[in-house]
């Protein structure tokens, strides 16, 4: 449908992507959505409500940047998959594989 | 005069006085009023020419105050170029008014911003956004309703200061700058706050709409040196420059500043604000003169009583004769009486405009000058005004009275006048 081809780049063959990839995926996204936060210490396992000012519009901006950029649907079901950068990890490594294929 | 002409006098000056107690302000040529009134005197007018989408260069007025002064980056990525401008002014006003703002009750206070429109900017930003995806509008942002109801300038303010009376905008096309004060002057009678930040903002040149509805009424101004494109009164003007900005003043009942020892900037004297009913763009000049002849009635005052005319003119062909027309009807055999106009530096800030005007003319209360009106080459006849002031500053032997004209499409006028405090 027109999309242009930044959507679609990938710094590594999504097919190779591992879940330390998915993890740095999600930080440079919140990066970008929670400019003022410092992200040096955030810890995988921990909700990221928990250890960063984020909140549901935040989350929805996660969704949206995964939609522009790397071209990942998460139904609003799936939204508390988005909990962690573990979970994250988890849920998203197998869709960015499936971009590779 | 009709008997309802001398209720409105009567109801008016029992109510309580309103002064000025603070000012912040961001405008083309200036990010503080000091900035500001210096450029003013010294007739350096900075506008720089943008990109506008889908049409290319254009002569702008565009603001550099310093973002991150009062707002985090994510409240700047959240929220609006307004909202940002704003906050900036606000919060230098309060640093302006001594406002001890612990100890203000913020329940009391009221945010009230005049606005030419709100929304364009976003929602052309979103429309260019999804563009670039087929159109699909899955990625039509959740930030677009908060970012563009009309009351987003103001609630910004609120969130950003903690202020929890009540916020909105008043949309008054071009006239919105002198429409936030008036409201809230109102406000401020009925009791309804105890402190109000009011004034008008302006995001319009982030917009290509307005730029290109300018541009097909053969109204958007055009030079090749672009501080030259804003020029009322000149015979060659060609139209409007588009600007942002903003000024937001502290306002307070008199009897609440002087109880906490407040600076008197400005007492708010009268104003009138009316409506043409004739033409949507085609100023009226009898209803223009009927509003600022009732403004002065309201204050109290005969035109000779009006040390400084800040004209409204945005350098169209006919707004500005028409204009002209209008204060001659009122101002005839006042020699003490100073006409300037200050888009001729900064273009038109649209909601900002009435605002920003005023904010420049304060000053010659403490100095006793009168900024010019620039870019004047060779003075339209039809334009022509016993006391207007070319070119260059003029000192006179005082001011103590200033009035504010800004109007705007639908045919809103709207007229304002303030005084030095303490003059009878």
Redesign the interface.
Known sequence: ????DT?WAFETNPENMTKDDIKQVVLDIIA?????ESLAAVKPEVRLRDQL?LDS?DF??IV?EL??KHGIEVPEADYVQLASLDSCANYLLPKFQAKGK | MASGHLMGERQMSSKPRIVITGLGLTAPNGNSLSEFRANLLAGKARIAVIDVRHMGQHPAGVCDFDTTKWQ???EL??GTRVGSISIFCSREALGDSGLDWDKVDKSRVGVYLGITEHGNVETENEIHNIS???N?T??W???HNPRTVANNPAGEVTMNMGITGPHYTIGAACAAGNAGLIQAAQMLQLGEVDIAFAGGVSESIHTFGIFAGFKNQGALGAHGDPTKASRPFDKNRNGIVISEGGAIYVLERLDDALARGARIIAEIAGWCINSDATDAVLPNPERQSECVRMALKRAGMKPQDIHIVSTHATATALGDIQECTALRNVFTDCPDTKINNTKSFIGHCMGAAGALELAGNLPSFEDNWVHPTINIDELDPECAMPGLVINQPIKVARVDTILNNSFGMLGINSALIVKKYGVA
């Open positions: 449908m027109g999309l242009p959507v970008d959505i929670a400019p003022d000012s519009m929805l901006d949206m939609r522009k | 985090k980056r994510k990525r959240i670039q995806f087929g699909d899955k990625y942002t959740h930030h």
